[in-house]
């Protein structure tokens, strides 16, 4: 265990033939059958009190909009949400600021659900300061039910911001990988809370690594369906799919630039795992640096102008930084003779990663600036760290032997969400960017 995870991020998973790939699923038609199961544990270290009323009409709606609005602020750890005592309050109001404050809420919300032409659903809300007696605007959206949930999710996108100042992430999606079985594999698609998840393809053979281009339209990732390690992208709206790297040898961890121009691999070219980098369409790949020792794990900064990745130069696994011309590589992990999986936050400050400590692997956060270091999950077997895209959240995979669930952490540590499904193992997650629908 304590080697083959460094192994199988660098070079491939057990080699695995067969039929290959089942299906290539166009436009994420069908949805997969195992729903997730949130538990949230932990409050942040100040909480803002926001009442959800009841909105009107919302009992023939196919979703319960208010819930999922109450179930994502709880779920940051910012807010604590109560829904008014079950009272209805619409989008109209009236607002009630002297009860409210009584209540000691700081803000309220409420809204209406109406069934609108063509099947659609027209959703309306608004929002309230309770403190500063102050109205916050609201939104105004007509959906198909389909869209039902991503309509509550920027609801709560639009609190989120309004009394925080920052974007929210509930409208953003994850990508991650199941199995439910030594011969059924998925590649998943789901909201940020990991429901309506729905199948982007589906292999009898191991699929690893997945990976959102910056514009949210595409995923990378590695598939077995040849009989060895090959990098594919694919379109998440077409279903369809590029082979991108499929050299001689292993071909794994793809990463894109944040201009998505360009793509890190690793390769087994030179008998060893090295990072290349070549054109996100295909193309002939650059080797980024020559060592011999395993480079792995590539991660682009967010500037684009370097790339963090793992090697074993030092002896054991550890995170380095290195320029996009293959020069001034430097050690960025010290605490431990194990990290790995580097991830790093939208603004370049953070970067999470995995570290061994004893027989556990655990969720950790460097500064780097500072290199002051922050534990966030002393879990036994954490992986695959993920950030949110406003930087606020890490997404994780947690559990067994390689990964059951997903997990989440506010990035101060306090407050953590599981994500569960039932029978099925769920792993290497990747959360996805803000797109202009979402």
């Not at 309306?124 to 869209?147: C, E, I, S, Y």
């Not at 639009?158 to 992430?169: A, D, S």
Request: proline share 7%; aromatic share 8%.
């Amino acid at each position: 265990m304590q080697r083959r995870r460094f192994v199988l991020g660098s070079l491939a998973a057990p080699l695995a033939r067969g039929a290959g790939v089942l299906a290539g699923l166009s436009v994420l038609a069908a949805p997969a059958r195992a729903q997730f199961k949130v538990d949230v544990s932990g409050i942040g270290a100040t909480q803002i009190p926001v009442g959800i009323g009841v909105f009107r009409d919302s009992g023939n709606c196919p979703q319960p909009i208010a819930d999922i609005v109450r179930a994502d602020l709880t779920r940051s750890g910012l807010f604590a949400v109560s829904n008014l005592g079950g009272q209805t309050l619409t989008e109209q109001g009236p607002p009630n600021y002297a009860a409210w404050r009584t209540q000691n809420l700081e803000a309220v919300a409420g809204g209406s659900v109406t069934p609108a032409a063509s099947g659609r659903w027209l959703i309306q809300f608004r929002l309230w300061d309770a403190v500063k007696q102050a109205d916050l605007g609201g939104l105004a959206l007509t959906v198909l039910p389909g869209d039902l949930r991503l309509a509550a999710h920027k609801i709560s996108d639009y609190i989120y911001q309004k009394l925080t100042g920052q974007r929210g992430v509930f409208a953003t999606r994850i990508a991650y990988i199941s199995k439910a079985g030594p011969h059924n594999f998925a590649l998943n698609i789901a909201d940020s809370d990991g429901a309506n998840p729905q199948y982007a393809l589906r292999s009898r053979e191991p699929l690893l690594s997945p990976v959102w281009s910056p514009n949210g339209q595409e995923l990378a990732y590695v598939s077995f369906e040849t009989g060895k390690p090959v990098v594919f992208v694919q379109n998440v709206r077409s279903g369809a799919r590029r082979m991108v790297a499929n050299f001689k040898g292993s071909n794994s961890a793809p990463a894109f630039s944040p201009d998505g121009g360009t793509m890190a691999v690793v390769l087994t070219l030179t008998g060893r795992s090295q990072i290349y980098l070549l054109p996100s369409s295909g193309g002939t790949p650059r080797q980024l640096m020559r060592s011999y020792s395993i480079d792995t794990e590539p991660v682009f900064a967010p500037d684009g102008q370097s790339l963090y990745f793992v090697s074993d130069r030092d002896g054991g696994p550890q995170v380095y930084k290195v320029a996009l011309d293959g020069s001034g590589v430097q050690r960025i992990t010290y605490t431990g003779g194990y990290n790995v999986s580097p991830a790093v936050s939208p603004d370049g400050k953070t970067l999470a990663y995995i570290s061994q400590q004893g027989n556990s692997y655990q969720l950790w956060s460097i500064n780097l600036a500072t290199s002051a270091t922050q534990l966030l999950d002393d879990g036994s077997d954490c992986g695959h760290p993920s950030f949110a895209p406003n930087g606020q959240i890490v997404l994780y995979s947690a559990g067994g032997r390689g990964g059951e669930v997903l997990k989440t952490v506010s990035i101060d540590g306090r407050v953590r969400s599981t994500l569960s499904q039932a029978g099925v193992q769920v792993r290497e997650p990747s959360w996805g960017p803000w797109t202009p629908d979402r």
